[in-house]
């Protein structure tokens, strides 16, 4: 597809199950973010890859949070232990290179989890 | 710190109303850049501009204009003779130079409502 691919779109989870957050981002983009974002607020930043790269998950709340891109192209976020706090859309970007501040980054539709 | 204000929360206009939507910036880098985005009810963020820090030139799209200006640390979006199709929430973002990655920093969106 021509843009930021994520699935689930919706996802329903018990407190305490793992959920696993997929992105597929724009083929060929070396950066890719994750963002979590809070009903009524803003995104915010969780984590960054340049390729299979993580070089900064200084935005993960939590030692629960885990992120991946193992080949540089599609990457998961994988929450342990789920808490009624992570209830969000969790948004899913890419950008053509790095670094990329200059980019715009484009963004997918963002998984909404809710945990009861 | 870095910081992105919105001070509108919500915004209520009637359909060919113009409209401007503020945005104030905090940053201590001299090199910089600040985009704006638009979330449909869809859900995915929508690229709408950028500006690096050093072109201060208003820029015109349309029906959309942007004033950038750094004496105020402002960068102002407008929207001439509104359309019903121009509600969403839309959001002021800035990214860091630095030899940051580059992710974004939100602030917490205005929504706007255009009624027909």
């Known amino acids: 597809g021509a843009g930021v691919s994520q699935s689930p779109r919706y996802k329903v989870a018990k407190r305490g199950q793992d959920v696993a957050l997929r992105c597929d981002p724009i083929?060929?983009?070396?950066?890719l973010f994750w963002y979590q974002q809070a009903l009524g607020q803003g995104p915010e930043f969780l984590t960054y890859?340049?390729?299979?790269?993580?070089?900064?998950k200084s935005g993960l709340p939590s030692d629960r949070f885990f992120a991946e891109r193992p080949e540089g192209s599609v990457s998961t976020l994988k929450i342990q232990r789920t808490q009624q706090e992570d209830s969000a859309v969790y948004l899913c970007?890419?950008?053509?290179?790095?670094?990329?501040?200059?980019?715009?980054?484009?963004f997918g539709d963002g998984t909404r989890l809710s945990i009861l | 710190a870095q910081k992105v204000t919105q001070a509108q929360t919500e915004i209520s206009v009637v359909e060919k109303e113009d409209v401007t939507l503020d945005c104030v910036y905090e940053?201590?880098?001299?090199?910089?850049?600040l985009f704006w985005y638009k979330q449909p009810p869809s859900g995915e963020l929508v690229f709408l501009i950028r500006?690096?820090?050093?072109?201060?030139q208003n820029e015109i799209s349309g029906r959309y204009s942007w004033n950038f200006q750094k004496s105020t640390s402002s960068f102002n979006f407008t929207i001439t003779a509104s359309q019903v199709v121009d509600s969403a929430v839309y959001f002021c973002?800035?990214?860091?130079?630095?030899?940051?990655?580059?992710?974004?920093?939100f602030g917490k969106g205005t929504k706007l409502s255009v009624k027909p």
């Open positions: 970007a890419s950008s053509l290179v790095w670094p990329s501040g200059n980019q715009p980054q484009h």
């Open positions: 083929s060929g983009h070396v950066s």
């Open positions: 890859f340049q390729n299979e790269a993580q070089l900064d």
């Open positions: 940053t201590r880098d001299t090199t910089y850049y």
């Open positions: 500006r690096n820090s050093f072109d201060e």
């Open positions: 973002a800035l990214s860091e130079d630095g030899g940051s990655q580059g992710n974004l920093i």
